[in-house]
């Protein structure tokens, strides 16, 4: 800074002290306060208590298909089946659908009318029913999601 | 520093690129933290989906349960029974009504356990409907493997 009326140039020293203080107590908040948070999605179900009951035959209305989910002595899945014929796989199980539905999914199309009945038994392990949602509702393609059953629902639990 | 044969000097350090890195570091931290309330348990190890791709809207109104392995729920942070939710979302659902609001506005998140049992997953559902509530949203990690 140049003073009025001299020519010298004083250094003005800045004490830097405070400021990095500071910027370290703010770093090390954050890094204490940082939650690695990994991504999570849904599935929406929507499910009102008496839609078994409230469903009345309609000609719009296509019968539901149902996937059976049978579970072995762990929990693990032993079988699965829809509409009771025996299928592999989950990947089987998503060509199946694509099979039923066609690959048309928009506005009024047959996927959008059809509904997925889950038959799961009680011990069966949820990661399986999650596997068999993403076969039914859909699949990936150069990235983007292709949709194909949006209507899921439960039959009623059993317990064994 | 004293010098070798000379009288002691001040050796000033340059402090920029460290302040630099320190503000890029705090930048870096500030946008990766995540403000959002969402409700996280490590003891949750969620199934994983390719078709779970997170919610761009926000959900009204949400309700999470999360069921654990073992078969116990975390309720805004309290670990409960089964059984013992049906109380807690009558008072969810009261506080509801009392808003003027239906519980089928509500959208109830499950997060289960992956080794969880459907049947139990099932039971939540089946004791939220009893309650009135009918949105649900089954959550699984995103899992972005080809």
């Given at each position: 800074?140049?003073?009025?009326?001299?020519?010298?140039?004083?250094?003005?020293?800045?004490?830097?002290?405070?400021?990095?203080?500071?910027?370290?107590?703010?770093?090390?908040?954050?890094?204490?306060?940082?939650?690695?948070?990994?991504?999570?999605?849904?599935?929406?179900?929507?499910?009102?208590i008496a839609a078994a009951a409230a469903a009345l035959p309609d000609e719009q209305q296509v019968p539901p298909v149902r996937v059976r989910l049978a579970a072995g002595p762990g929990g693990e899945l032993a079988s699965i089946a829809m509409n009771g014929t025996p299928v592999a796989d989950f990947d089987e199980l998503r060509r199946r659908i694509i099979g039923l539905?066609?690959?048309?999914?928009?506005?009024?199309?047959?996927?959008?009318?059809?509904?997925v009945e889950l038959d799961c038994d009680y011990g069966l392990g949820y990661a399986n029913v999650v596997k068999?949602?993403?076969?039914?509702?859909?699949?990936?393609?150069?990235?983007?999601?292709?949709?194909?059953?949006?209507?899921?629902?439960?039959?009623?639990?059993?317990?064994? | 520093m004293a010098k070798r044969g000379g009288g002691p000097t001040s050796t000033e350090i340059d402090m920029t690129p460290m302040?630099?890195?320190?503000?890029q570091l705090i930048t870096f931290f500030?946008?990766?933290?995540?403000?959002?309330?969402?409700?996280?348990?490590?003891?949750?190890?969620l199934p994983s989906s390719q078709l779970a791709k997170p919610a761009e809207g926000v959900i009204e109104k949400p309700i999470t349960l999360q069921l654990m392995n073992t078969g116990d729920v975390i309720y805004a942070g309290e670990r409960v029974a089964v059984r013992d939710i049906a109380a807690r979302l009558e008072r969810e659902k009261s506080v509801m009504l009392d808003e003027g609001l239906e519980p089928s506005a509500a959208t109830v998140i499950v997060r289960a356990d992956g080794r969880a049992k459907t049947g139990e997953v099932q039971d939540i559902i089946?004791?939220?409907?009893?309650?009135?509530?009918?949105?649900?949203a089954l959550r699984a990690q995103y899992d972005d493997r080809r």
């Amino acid at each position: 800074m140049a003073r009025r009326g001299s020519g010298l140039v004083d250094k003005v020293e800045i004490n830097m002290t405070p400021m990095i203080d500071v910027v370290f107590q703010l770093m090390s908040f954050f890094m204490c306060t940082l939650k690695v948070v990994s991504p999570e999605g849904d599935f929406d179900i929507r499910m009102p208590i008496a839609a078994a009951a409230a469903a009345l035959p309609d000609e719009q209305q296509v019968p539901p298909v149902r996937v059976r989910l049978a579970a072995g002595p762990g929990g693990e899945l032993a079988s699965i089946a829809m509409n009771g014929t025996p299928v592999a796989d989950f990947d089987e199980l998503r060509r199946r659908i694509i099979g039923l539905v066609g690959a048309d999914t928009g506005p009024n199309s047959l996927a959008e009318k059809t509904e997925v009945e889950l038959d799961c038994d009680y011990g069966l392990g949820y990661a399986n029913v999650v596997k068999a949602i993403t076969a039914v509702s859909g699949r990936v393609e150069d990235g983007r999601i292709v949709e194909l059953i949006r209507k899921i629902k439960f039959t009623p639990p059993k317990k064994n | 520093m004293a010098k070798r044969g000379g009288g002691p000097t001040s050796t000033e350090i340059d402090m920029t690129p460290m302040i630099d890195m320190t503000f890029q570091l705090i930048t870096f931290f500030m946008f990766v933290m995540n403000f959002s309330e969402a409700e996280q348990d490590d003891r949750i190890q969620l199934p994983s989906s390719q078709l779970a791709k997170p919610a761009e809207g926000v959900i009204e109104k949400p309700i999470t349960l999360q069921l654990m392995n073992t078969g116990d729920v975390i309720y805004a942070g309290e670990r409960v029974a089964v059984r013992d939710i049906a109380a807690r979302l009558e008072r969810e659902k009261s506080v509801m009504l009392d808003e003027g609001l239906e519980p089928s506005a509500a959208t109830v998140i499950v997060r289960a356990d992956g080794r969880a049992k459907t049947g139990e997953v099932q039971d939540i559902i089946r004791i939220c409907q009893e309650k009135g509530f009918e949105r649900f949203a089954l959550r699984a990690q995103y899992d972005d493997r080809r």
